[in-house]
């Protein structure tokens, strides 16, 4: 599975951008989908991550982005509004699959990574 994410920018704090990654390849062998990001000087985190039935977000996250996808088109999406400076990363998508609720999202795919800067 081949992951390219694109979308990334200078945004103004306050301010929305929507970031996406087209998966291509085995899609088949895939059912979940997320979003991480890696901060300047810090570990990698989770933003937000799907799969058919399943969703989850990051506390940071929570009411202020919305992950989506769309089948038909293999693409994932993250909206997110209201940005703040700490916002600011790379965000980078990821290809797995979700395996219940005990062992949860597990990644074997991840994509190049957008970054994003949030500042005035």
């Known amino acids: 599975v081949q992951l390219q994410a ?3 920018g200078l945004v103004q704090p306050g301010g929305s951008l929507t970031l996406s990654c087209a ?3 085995s899609i088949s062998s895939i059912n979940a989908m997320g979003w991480y990001r890696r901060a300047p000087g810090k570990q990698r985190e989770l933003v937000a ?7 989850n977000y990051a506390d940071s996250a929570k009411g202020r982005f919305t992950i989506s996808r769309d089948i038909a088109k293999n693409t994932l999406y993250l909206q997110m509004n209201s940005l703040k400076p700490e916002d600011t990363a790379v965000y980078y998508c990821s290809a797995g699959y979700y395996a219940g609720r005990y062992y949860g999202f597990l990644y074997d795919y991840w994509g ?3 970054k ?3 500042s005035s």
């Open 6 to 8: 694109f979308g990334g």
């Open 23 to 25: 998966a291509s390849g």
């Open 49 to 55: 991550e799907m799969s058919d039935d399943t969703t």
């Open 112 to 114: 190049q990574g957008t």
């Open 116 to 118: 994003v800067t949030v």
